[in-house]
């Protein structure tokens, strides 16, 4: 009933900028904590960015000062603007969301897109 779905991802130079979302859609009554997770060749999948309800965020180091995390409540969308990108940001990355359902019972669940990649290389 719910589904993630992302947009955007591709091929872009390092130093460049590269800008990925993701909507929610199906049967939500509200969407606690969004954020992004990658995974890249040969690593385990780590936290990118999250971002609460209200607006709070927490990034990784890593990708601090490069990466900003948003969310529109209203079009259930989280994005992550990603620039001065470098090769080793080159992952794919995974759009989550933690979601209250509709209706009765009221059941909470975690989320998950299929995923975008983003490569990084000149």
């Known amino acids: 009933q719910v589904q993630l779905v992302e947009s955007g991802g591709g091929l872009v130079q390092p130093g460049g900028s590269l800008s990925v979302s993701c909507a929610a859609s199906?049967?939500?009554?509200?969407?606690?904590?969004m954020g992004w997770y990658r995974q890249a060749p040969g690593k385990q999948r780590e936290l990118v960015a999250t971002?609460?309800?209200?607006?709070?965020?927490n990034y990784a180091d890593s990708v601090k000062g490069r990466f900003t995390i948003s969310r529109d409540n209203a079009k259930k969308t989280v994005y992550l603007q990603m620039n001065s990108l470098k090769p080793e940001d080159t992952a794919v990355y995974y759009c989550y969301a933690e979601v209250v359902g509709a209706g009765t019972p009221s059941l909470y669940g975690n989320y998950w897109g299929r995923g975008t990649q983003v490569t990084v290389s000149s």
């Open positions: 199906g049967s939500i009554f509200s969407i606690n904590t």
């Open positions: 971002i609460t309800r209200g607006g709070s965020t």
